[in-house]
Antibody
Framework: QVQLQESGPGLVRPSETLSLTCTVS????????WSWIRQSAGKGLEWIGR???????TYNPSLHSRITMSLDTSKNQVSLNLNSVTAADTAVYYC???????????????WGQGILVTVSS | DVVVTQTPLSSPVTLGQPASISCKSSQSLVHPDGNTYLSWLHQRPGQPPRLLIYKISNRFSGVPDRFSGSGAGTDFTLKISRVEAEDVGIYYC?????????FGQGTRVEIK
C-alpha cells in the first residue's frame, strides 16, 4: 500500500521560506514522478510543480521563481521549498504521486493527508 | 493556462437519483500522443481528493460503476447514475494534458 506523509512547520512567518517533506512508503521515489498541490479557500486546488525521477522539475509559472523541489532517494522523500511567502500562500499542501515515467494513463492516484501551513507573523 | 470551468457549483440531489456535472476547458485537452488527459476527483470533508475517473471515461481502481465519464475535446461530463450517501462532497475535474495542470472550481454534491 502506497502511503505519503507530509511534514513540516504549520506556521511560517511572512517573507520566510516554507519547507515541507513528503515521506513515501510502499513505492520508490525513483519509480514515479511526484507533484505538490495546494488547496486554499480562495484559490481551490492549485498545482505547484512536479519532479521527475532524474530530478528534473516542472513548476507552475505563477510560483516558478519561488519554488524548489528535490528528491532524497536515500530517505525516499520528496521536498518542497517555497520562499518569500505571504499570507496568500496559506493553504493545505498535498504531496501527490504523479505518474510513471513511461506507459502511464493517469496521475494523482495517491495523495498524502495534507498539511496546513499558515503564513502569519 | 488552461481554464477549466465546472457547472453547476452546487448540486442538491435526492438519494437514488442521478447527478451530472459539466466540465469545459478553454482549449482542447487532446495530447500530442492522442490521449485526452481529463480526470475527475472526489473530495469528502476533511479528506484529500481521490482519483475517480481518468482519460475521460476510465474508472480508477475500486470506483463503483455508478460513476461514468464522457466527452471529448473541450466538453466533458461526470454522471452518477444513482447517488448514494457516500457520494456527498466536492467533485473536481482536472486536466493533465497541458502545463501547468489545472483544476475546475469544484462542484458540491449534497443530499436534499
Amino acid at each position: 500500500q502506497v502511503q505519503l506523509q507530509e511534514s513540516g512547520p504549520g506556521l511560517v512567518r511572512p517573507s520566510e521560506t516554507l519547507s515541507l517533506t513528503c515521506t513515501v512508503s510502499g513505492a520508490s521515489v525513483r519509480s514515479f514522478y511526484w507533484s505538490w498541490i495546494r488547496q486554499s479557500a480562495g484559490k481551490g486546488l492549485e498545482w505547484i510543480g512536479r519532479i521527475q525521477v532524474n530530478g528534473d522539475t516542472t513548476y507552475n509559472p505563477s510560483l516558478h521563481s519561488r519554488i524548489t523541489m528535490s528528491l532524497d532517494t536515500s530517505k525516499n522523500q520528496v521536498s518542497l521549498n517555497l520562499n518569500s511567502v505571504t499570507a496568500a500562500d496559506t493553504a493545505v499542501y498535498y504531496c501527490v504521486r504523479d505518474h510513471a515515467p513511461v506507459g502511464w494513463n493517469y496521475a494523482f492516484d495517491y495523495w498524502g493527508q495534507g498539511i496546513l501551513v499558515t503564513v502569519s507573523s | 493556462d488552461v481554464v477549466v470551468t465546472q457547472t453547476p457549483l452546487s448540486s442538491p440531489v435526492t438519494l437514488g437519483q442521478p447527478a451530472s456535472i459539466s466540465c469545459k476547458s478553454s482549449q482542447s485537452l487532446v495530447h500530442p500522443d492522442g490521449n485526452t488527459y481529463l480526470s475527475w476527483l472526489h473530495q469528502r470533508p476533511g479528506q484529500p481528493p481521490r482519483l475517480l475517473i481518468y482519460k475521460i471515461s476510465n474508472r480508477f481502481s475500486g470506483v463503483p460503476d455508478r460513476f461514468s465519464g464522457s466527452g471529448a475535446g473541450t466538453d466533458f461530463t461526470l454522471k452518477i447514475s444513482r447517488v448514494e450517501a457516500e457520494d456527498v462532497g466536492i467533485y473536481y475535474c482536472m486536466q493533465i494534458t497541458h502545463f501547468p495542470r489545472t483544476f475546475g472550481q469544484g462542484t458540491r454534491v449534497e443530499i436534499k
